[in-house]
């Protein structure tokens, strides 16, 4: 599969699950049914490794993939990137390892949550691991986990990322929220589970990469790669905002005016700004990680000032998202508030997508203001 068909093959999908969007969001996490077409159309082998079946394809397309799937169910389209962007991380892992969760089933699911919530305790030959961890979106369709600590090493402490099955942990149902309800994003319990030390890597570093494939696509950084996921979906809950305004504008009319909503110049303000919001923050995600891809297919090391420009730019691209969805909701009307209308529920999504720990706007402006004013970028920054 190249670029263009997984593009296409997720746009195909969209209609059915804009159908199943407000039974999605009611169940509280995405139906067996959509995880199954997602798979049976390959959708989650966009950045898997060619040696268990993957396309091993340009972040580029994966991102445009899950903004079309988000687009057209938030909840849907998160699941997607976050547990999609999993098969190129298992990738960085020693291959011993990677066989473990691939070799038997390649159409293996991952799930994460990388905050350091729980306790690591290091032991021979690898470490003892318990406690909770919240936020592991689509958890229940997924038979691994990653899950963050943190590791002193000579008094240093260092995030790092520990890959457990499910036989070593359970999963607390607590996901009664009111934006991205049918993520399924659930706690992660660990009673205390050996994880030994091929399945436990550093998370934060200049560049991934565990020298086990070719593509240039697995010689990224963490940081950039993972952070645009999650801003490909924030972007996709937006485009779906604008297009459902778009429909909802043609056919409504203004009572209280007693004219057309469509012929109203600010309604029509309104969607030129939201969707220029929009396309500049997609092309500026394209524009930075076609550079870095480059950078990383000739062999050139790369550089901190880009890696800062583009949590930069990822930053910003969920906040264009967010303001994006809350110019059109703010124009829609009454009618829009209720819970069958997808205005609403995109921007109830697009706000709990703000929210994660990525996408702190302040965070990451500040480490690139830090560093292009000659100062220090703030301890413990993903970038």
């Known amino acids: 599969m190249d670029a263009n068909t997984l593009v296409e093959t997720a746009?195909?999908?969209?209609?059915?699950?804009r159908e199943r969007a407000r039974s999605t969001e009611l169940d509280r996490?995405?139906?067996?049914?959509?995880?199954?077409?997602?798979?049976?159309?390959g959708l989650f082998r966009a950045?898997?490794?060619g040696t268990y079946g993957?396309?091993?394809l340009p972040p580029t397309a994966f991102y445009e993939a899950t903004m079309e799937l988000a687009a057209a169910c938030g909840s849907t389209g998160w699941v997607?990137?976050?547990?999609?962007?999993?098969?190129?991380?298992?990738?960085?892992?020693?291959e011993?390892?990677?066989?473990?969760?691939?070799g038997d089933d390649s159409s293996t699911l991952v799930s994460s949550s990388y905050a350091p919530t729980g306790t690591v305790e290091p032991v021979d030959g690898g470490y003892r691991i318990r406690g909770r961890w919240s936020f592991s979106s689509g958890c229940g369709h997924c038979r691994w986990v990653l899950l963050g600590g943190i590791v002193v090493d000579d008094g240093v402490p260092a995030h790092v990322t520990f890959l457990v099955p499910a036989s070593d942990y359970s999963i607390d149902d607590v996901w009664h929220v009111v934006g991205l309800a049918g993520t399924g994003s659930n706690d992660v319990v660990v009673e205390d589970a050996f994880v030994p030390a091929r399945r436990a890597q550093p998370t934060i570093g200049p560049l991934g990469g565990a020298g086990t494939y070719s593509n240039a696509v697995y010689r990224l950084p963490f940081a950039s790669v993972f952070s645009n996921a999650i801003t490909a979906a924030t972007i996709g809950i937006a485009m779906g905002a604008v297009?459902?305004?778009?429909?909802?504008?043609?056919h409504r009319v203004r009572v209280s005016?007693?004219?057309?909503?469509?012929?109203?110049?600010?309604?029509?303000v309104r969607l030129a700004e939201a969707a220029g919001e929009i396309d500049d923050a997609r092309l500026q995600l394209r524009r930075n990680m076609d550079e870095l891809l480059g950078l990383a297919e000739a062999g050139n090391g790369i550089p901190e000032d880009l890696r800062l420009r583009v949590r930069r730019d990822q930053v910003r691209g969920s906040r264009a998202a967010v303001q994006a969805t809350d110019r059109v909701f703010e124009a829609a009307g009454g009618h829009a508030l209720f819970l069958d209308k997808p205005i609403q529920r995109a921007w109830r999504d697009v706000h709990a997508a703000r929210v994660h720990a990525i996408n702190d706007t302040e965070r990451g402006l500040l480490m690139y203001g830090a560093h292009e004013l000659g100062g220090a970028v703030p301890p413990g920054s993903m970038y």
């Open 47 to 49: 950045l898997q490794p």
């Open 54 to 56: 993957g396309f091993e």
């Open 29 to 41: 996490m995405v139906p067996a049914a959509t995880i199954k077409e997602l798979q049976e159309a």
């Open 80 to 94: 997607y990137g976050v547990v999609g962007v999993h098969a190129w991380q298992l990738a960085l892992f020693p």
């Open 11 to 17: 746009r195909a999908l969209a209609p059915s699950l």
């Open 243 to 250: 297009e459902a305004y778009r429909e909802h504008t043609l």
């Open 96 to 102: 011993e390892t990677q066989e473990e969760v691939w």
């Open 257 to 268: 005016y007693g004219d057309k909503a469509a012929a109203d110049p600010f309604s029509q």
